[in-house]
């Protein structure tokens, strides 16, 4: 009988060992997991702050160019010279709103600003998604592993360790091949 007893308990070592082994990489999943996510939000607002500036510099070019047009309806007459000066400023200034490379400000800019800030948030969310799929795997390899310590039956460590390893492995994607697998498209 204590020849028995010492092989459960060593059995319950190697159980304990894969416990702690999983525990390890859910934390690290996990903590890959918020920063990801939290990288996510924060490109998507940065995404959305400057599709807004473009909105807002579409609206005023349309309204200086209405005003523009407005002008150029008018009959000739005394001031021609002023609202000629006056129209090429508005021109200029609506060049400038369109393209304005010095400050990043103009629509071109702005608006490969917030495709940038798009694909960041885009390739957040795809590391996020790896990093929960993986935080299950690891989830449920601790449930099954702890699950042969009060059954005795040796698949479920196995099945434990096996969902390790598919937890490492999602891991691993999540870091170095977030595009690699195309999970939730």
Request: glycine fraction near 10%; charged fraction near 20%.
């Amino acid at each position: 009988m204590s020849g028995g007893h010492g092989a459960v308990e060593g059995s319950n070592k190697r159980v304990a060992l894969l416990i702690s082994v999983l525990a390890l990489f859910l934390a690290f999943s996990e903590t890959l997991g918020k920063a990801a996510q939290t990288d996510a939000l924060s490109a998507n607002i940065e995404a959305s702050n400057q599709w807004a500036y473009f909105q807002a510099r579409t609206i005023r070019s349309t309204v200086l160019k209405t005003a523009d047009e407005a002008v150029a309806l008018l009959p000739p007459g005394p001031g021609q010279e002023a609202i000629a000066a006056k129209r090429a400023e508005w021109a200029k200034t609506m060049a400038r709103w369109e393209s304005e490379p010095s400050t990043g400000e103009g629509r071109k800019e702005l608006t490969e600003k917030a495709k940038a800030a798009q694909a960041k948030r885009d390739l957040s969310l795809e590391r996020y998604h790896h990093y929960e799929l993986a935080s299950a795997a690891f989830q449920i390899g601790i449930v099954l592993a702890s699950a042969e310590v009060i059954t005795g039956i040796a698949a479920l460590m196995f099945a434990g360790g096996l969902l390790g390893i598919a937890g490492a492995v999602m891991l691993g994607f999540g870091f170095f091949a977030p595009h690699a697998l195309h999970l939730f498209h």
